[in-house]
């Protein structure tokens, strides 16, 4: 058995939200990390590509930035959002804030993905012990000679070799770190897996400039939603005034898809059919749609997330999550967070650290895979469903009345730090019931409060199934 650091030097590969959070958390700890990320550095190069979705920052996520005392650093990077906007097709067809619960927390905080892992940055690199090299490309892993090789994107793509003696892959979704520990636990005979279930959707970004003054064009204190039936579009606010809007839609078939809109006139009729309160807001809508990258979505489930003492898989590198439930950033952050934890509870014993990480973390990760799945079809479709209205007007009702006993299966997810398993699993009962309980009600008025409130009761305190 070994502790960290007996075998060698720290690294991290991949300098993104999951690797610089866990520098940070290593870095406080004492520990001396080299993290390398493929990238250029976001602090001095505005002009390194990528996209990204904006993130929202759930309770997950506070908690772990809790641990480094960022909050407060963080709070004028973001707009809070208390809810839903829904638009529908239109013009004058937007909802009132649909309020994500009833208490006063129950709010998401949207952030820019690279002012946030700036943030993150800063934070390791503060703690005195953190050393960041960027564009350094991960190429192999020898883990018989504990060296990793990088080829240097500052000097040509040269390759070179660094020693280690743990390597912690937060590489992303393609993660090499990945690859090299899959390769070499079949050798050996031990489970290995991955799992890559691509969507059929894709999705581009647009922005939804500021008014000249500065102003936002849209209520910013909500998450706003045009859904579809088999497609949509949201809006998330920036604290500089704009949105960044994301188009989710079928890759390929007949209208609409990406491949049917595709020509300055199908654009200008799809966004004037489907969105044209969007068409008044943003008048390069065209332009804009024409020159955005187009972005793959997916699920990817790994099997065996570590190689002994010497690797483990953290954030998207062991499971990359769509994007439906606001949760690949908070589910990233709580499983280095974790991560962190197990290492901390075995400090002599890496691997069985290691070990039990997958173990306890895996069906978490596997659980919220499968609810933003589900949550993307309740997005683009069912939001303005009136079955959904009213059973989601009677779930705020029964977690004001309940609290202890009833939030719904999102509140759980995005407001509690219920383990995600647990989450689903209370989710699904409480949803039958729901249903049970509005079955033949045309208003909430007319679900019978006394009966709901024993058969809510009937289930047991949140607390039983881990609700803090």
């Not at 998401?108 to 564009?135: H, I, K, M, P, Q």
């Not at 690859?179 to 969507?199: C, F």
């Not at 209520?219 to 579809?228: A, E, S, T």
């Amino acid at each position: 058995m070994s502790a960290l650091g007996d075998n060698g030097p720290l690294v991290i590969v991949g300098g993104g939200i999951a690797g610089a959070y866990l520098a940070a958390m290593l870095g406080r700890r004492g520990h001396q990390v080299a993290m390398f990320d493929s990238r250029p550095d976001p602090r001095t190069d505005t002009h390194g590509g990528g996209r990204s979705i904006n993130l929202a920052i759930a309770e997950r996520g506070l908690l772990a930035l809790r641990q480094l005392d960022l909050v407060d650093e963080i709070t004028p990077l973001v707009v809070p959002m208390a809810g839903r906007i829904v638009h529908d097709a239109e013009r004058s067809g937007v909802s009132g804030l649909q309020p994500y619960g009833t208490l006063d927390d129950e709010v998401l905080w949207s952030v820019d993905r690279t002012a946030f892992t700036v943030a993150l940055l800063n934070a390791a690199e503060s703690t005195g012990n953190v050393e960041t090299y960027f564009r350094q490309r991960c190429r192999d892993i020898d883990f018989e000679l504990g060296l990793l090789t990088l080829a240097d994107g500052t000097q040509d793509e040269l390759w070179h070799q660094v020693p280690f003696g743990t390597v912690f892959g937060a590489d992303g979704v393609a993660s090499i770190v990945r690859s090299e520990i899959a390769e070499h636990r079949q050798a050996e005979g031990l489970p290995a897996q991955v799992r890559r279930d691509m969507l059929s959707h894709r999705y581009v970004e647009l922005e939804i400039a500021a008014d000249i003054d500065g102003a936002f064009k849209l209520d910013p204190n909500g998450l706003h939603i045009w859904p579809r039936n088999d497609f949509m579009l949201i809006a998330l606010p920036n604290p500089t005034g704009d949105f960044t809007a994301t188009l989710f839609m079928a890759a390929a078939g007949n209208a609409p898809s990406f491949d049917a809109v595709s020509a300055s006139a199908e654009i200008a009729a799809f966004f004037g059919e489907y969105f044209p309160d969007l068409n008044e807001l943003v008048p390069d809508l065209v332009e804009q749609y024409i020159d955005a990258p187009l972005g793959r979505l997916g699920t990817i489930r790994t099997t065996g997330w570590s190689y002994g003492d010497q690797a483990v898989l953290v954030g998207d590198s062991a499971h990359g999550i769509v994007p439906f439930h606001g949760q690949g950033m908070n589910l990233a952050l709580e499983s280095a967070m974790t991560l962190v934890d197990e290492l901390e509870a075995q400090p002599d014993d890496i691997a069985g650290a290691f070990a039990s990480f997958e173990r306890n973390r895996r069906p978490n990760a596997d659980a919220i895979a499968d609810m933003a799945l589900e949550n993307y079809v309740e997005m683009r479709d069912k939001v303005n469903n009136a079955d959904y209205i009213i059973k989601r007007q009677l779930a705020l009702i029964l977690t004001e009345q309940l609290p202890q006993y009833f939030r719904p299966r999102y509140n759980l997810v995005m407001f509690s730090s219920m383990p995600y398993a647990l989450a689903e699993q209370r989710g699904d009962v409480q949803d039958a019931l729901l249903a049970d309980l509005v079955e033949g009600c045309s208003t909430v008025a007319e679900v019978d409060m006394a009966v709901a409130a024993d058969r809510v009761i009937a289930l047991g305190p949140l607390a039983d199934v881990g609700a803090e």
